[in-house]
């Protein structure tokens, strides 16, 4: 008989969802409530956006920074969205399983992909807008994008929206409170799963 720590085994999440489908939101909310459980900070060579931190949101990279951990292999995964590219450090999330804890990755279909592909075992789980009419006025709410940038978006997450079926589970984020329990039972269920 294996001994486990009383949090369950470490494992690794993964979060995708189309732009403006509340990942973010869902992935703050869930953390905050789930102890044992942490997340990546993903690098970027976006701008930020109002109110995002250096090293809180995101690590904020120029494109020449970006490269440099290509080519010394230290990204778990990355890929480019529209304008920018976006990474997960690897080493961040090696140290975190081999201290126990497991991780929740908020990354797109791309980065899912290159995760699926690897070599650590993950849980995919794709947030689902409840439609795409709702997903268009969260974006607009939002603020941060133009017309020109929304329809480009919207185009991107109905191809992403496609993909959904490639993943362990399927939430839909109509509202926040139940997609947070729904992410939440996940994570629980999964950690304390004997076999996979």
């Not at 947070?180 to 799963?193: G, S």
Request: proline letters at 6%; aromatic letters at 6%; a positive charge.
């Amino acid at each position: 008989m294996s001994s486990r720590p009383a949090a369950g085994m470490p494992r690794l999440f993964v979060l995708s969802a189309p732009s403006g489908s509340g990942k973010t939101t869902v992935l703050g909310e869930v953390l905050k409530r789930e102890g044992g459980v942490v997340r990546s900070i993903s690098c970027t060579t976006r701008p930020p956006r109002r109110g995002e931190r250096h090293g809180r949101d995101y690590r904020f990279l120029t494109k020449r920074e970006f490269d440099r951990m290509i080519a010394s292999g230290g990204f778990l995964e990355y890929a480019r969205v529209l304008d920018h590219w976006y990474g997960t450090p690897k080493r961040p999330i090696q140290q975190a399983l081999a201290r126990g804890r497991s991780i929740l990755l908020g990354i797109d279909i791309q980065g899912a992909r290159q995760v699926r592909q690897g070599s650590l075992p993950a849980v995919t789980i794709f947030l689902l807008p409840p439609s795409t009419a709702a997903l268009g006025r969260r974006l607009k709410k939002r603020g941060t994008e133009t017309p020109a940038q929304i329809r480009a978006r919207l185009k991107l997450a109905r191809t992403e929206l496609r993909e959904a079926d490639r993943y362990d589970y399927q939430v839909v984020n109509d509202r926040l409170a139940d997609a947070v329990a729904a992410v939440r039972a996940i994570v629980k269920a999964e950690r304390f799963r004997v076999n996979r």
